[in-house]
């Protein structure tokens, strides 16, 4: 299983590698941003369904992108699983 950071790292690279393909400028960490995503997500998973809150976001600059899947063992999706799978 991946740390937070391990995770976040992976992340990062994962998605840049498809910003790259369309041209788009790399994405940075915002730690403020990680912050209030882990704290959403936590709520998520607590909750045992996964849904957007589009109020949540609309009136900031910000987006959401969810992932939730299954694997054998019950084994937690890799960042770059969940952002392929995107």
């Given at each position: 299983m991946q740390s937070d950071k391990e995770f976040e790292d992976e992340a990062v690279v994962t998605t840049n590698a498809f910003r790259k393909i369309h041209r788009?400028?790399?994405m940075k960490i915002n730690t403020e941003?990680?912050?209030?995503?882990?704290?959403?997500?936590e709520k998520i998973a607590s909750m045992?369904?996964?849904q957007h809150?589009?109020?949540?976001?609309k009136h900031l600059d910000e987006g959401e992108n969810?992932?939730?899947?299954?694997r054998?063992?019950?084994?937690?999706?890799t960042a770059k699983e969940a952002i392929t799978n995107w």
């Open positions: 788009a400028l790399p941003l990680n912050r209030e995503a882990k704290k959403y997500a045992g369904s996964l809150d589009y109020d949540a976001v969810l992932a939730m899947g299954c054998q063992y019950g084994a937690p999706l």
